[in-house]
């Protein structure tokens, strides 16, 4: 990785130096956008529609799903790995609400098949968190039927590496600094603060993307992207569902063998 490119991360990391980036983002004419902003979106998408929250409770208890159900939403859940916290069932009871609670690993078959079909799904903070962020994708489009709101964490461009991604774990102490970002407000990230720590599960933070292979992999898996908001280290993406052009049939074992039978005979199978 250049100094450069090092460098770089280093000024979005001071506060001064992500501000100077959100100006002149803005001045440049690209939609900035901001955690804060994900409430105005549910309000906007969710009215009329059924909606999902994936991993809705860390820090907000549910907050995003009481919300599209105050904006009208037809029908609510809100799906995460643990929970629910006192937090959410007090709002619950308060409100009167039918948000439904989903306790699951959303990327599995059977959580997917709990959750059923959405209109609008929300899926803020989650995809770095996973190692395999494609499946979390994949599973996003099954559920989702009109609107997926995409929120998650990213690393600044690499200048001539499109689609470049960082894996984090298992780096060295001197290499996670560059990663850390406790200069901009975050109290802790699992897993960059601190070593690999397998324990936490999904808590570990996973894959840095840039914005550009964040793109890619979530067109690969069946959404084409209708607004962007950036930030430096995170992006905000409205997509909408299109046909997958991206899958791969499993042959029976008769088709399989014939396959296989022309494979050997055209000569075209060589050790790579
Ligand atoms: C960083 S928090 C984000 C919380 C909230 N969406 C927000 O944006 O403030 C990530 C949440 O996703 C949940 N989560 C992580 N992996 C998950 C998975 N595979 N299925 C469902 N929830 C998951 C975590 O338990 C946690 O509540």
Request: glycine share 8%; proline share 6%; charged share 20%.
């Given at each position: 990785?250049?100094?450069?490119?090092?460098?770089?991360?280093?000024?979005?990391?001071?506060?001064?130096?992500?501000?100077?980036?959100?100006?002149?983002?803005?001045?440049?004419?690209?939609?900035?956008?901001?955690?804060?902003?994900?409430?105005?979106?549910?309000?906007?998408?969710?009215?009329?529609?059924s909606f999902v929250d994936i991993g809705c409770m860390?820090?907000?208890?549910g907050?995003f799903s009481?919300?599209?159900?105050?904006?009208?939403?037809?029908a609510v859940k809100g799906v995460d790995v643990f929970g629910p916290t006192?937090?959410f069932?007090?709002?619950r009871?308060?409100?009167?609400?039918a948000v439904e609670f989903v306790l699951g690993d959303c990327i599995q078959p059977e959580t997917i098949a709990r959750i059923g079909p959405a209109?609008?799904v929300l899926c803020?903070?989650v995809?770095?968190?996973?190692?395999?962020?494609?499946?979390?994708?994949?599973a996003l489009?099954?559920i989702?039927?009109?609107?997926?709101?995409?929120?998650?964490?990213?690393?600044?461009?690499?200048?001539?590496?499109?689609?470049?991604?960082?894996?984090?774990?298992?780096?060295?102490?001197?290499?996670?600094?560059?990663?850390?970002?406790?200069?901009?407000?975050?109290?802790?990230?699992?897993?960059?603060?601190?070593?690999?720590?397998?324990?936490?599960?999904?808590?570990?933070?996973?894959?840095?993307?840039?914005?550009?292979?964040?793109?890619?992999?979530?067109?690969?898996?069946?959404?084409?992207?209708?607004?962007?908001?950036?930030?430096?280290?995170?992006?905000?993406?409205?997509?909408?569902?299109?046909?997958?052009?991206?899958?791969?049939?499993?042959?029976?074992?008769?088709?399989?063998?014939?396959?296989?039978?022309?494979?050997?005979?055209?000569?075209?199978?060589?050790?790579?």
């Amino acid at each position: 990785m250049s100094l450069l490119y090092r460098l770089k991360v280093r000024v979005l990391k001071t506060p001064r130096g992500n501000l100077w980036w959100r100006k002149r983002s803005a001045r440049h004419g690209a939609p900035v956008g901001a955690y804060a902003d994900l409430a105005d979106y549910v309000r906007r998408y969710a009215p009329g529609n059924s909606f999902v929250d994936i991993g809705c409770m860390w820090g907000v208890n549910g907050e995003f799903s009481f919300i599209a159900e105050e904006a009208g939403a037809s029908a609510v859940k809100g799906v995460d790995v643990f929970g629910p916290t006192p937090e959410f069932e007090a709002k619950r009871q308060e409100r009167k609400s039918a948000v439904e609670f989903v306790l699951g690993d959303c990327i599995q078959p059977e959580t997917i098949a709990r959750i059923g079909p959405a209109d609008v799904v929300l899926c803020a903070g989650v995809l770095y968190h996973l190692p395999a962020p494609y499946d979390l994708l994949v599973a996003l489009r099954q559920i989702c039927r009109k609107t997926l709101i995409l929120r998650t964490s990213t690393i600044p461009e690499i200048a001539g590496l499109p689609n470049a991604a960082v894996f984090f774990p298992m780096l060295t102490a001197e290499h996670r600094k560059l990663w850390n970002l406790s200069s901009l407000g975050l109290l802790h990230q699992e897993g960059i603060s601190n070593a690999f720590n397998p324990e936490q599960g999904y808590g570990n933070w996973f894959w840095g993307l840039t914005p550009s292979a964040l793109r890619s992999m979530v067109e690969t898996a069946g959404f084409r992207v209708e607004q962007v908001a950036t930030e430096a280290f995170a992006q905000t993406l409205i997509c909408t569902p299109v046909d997958t052009v991206f899958h791969h049939d499993l042959p029976n074992a008769t088709q399989a063998q014939k396959l296989a039978a022309e494979i050997s005979a055209s000569g075209i199978a060589r050790p790579a």
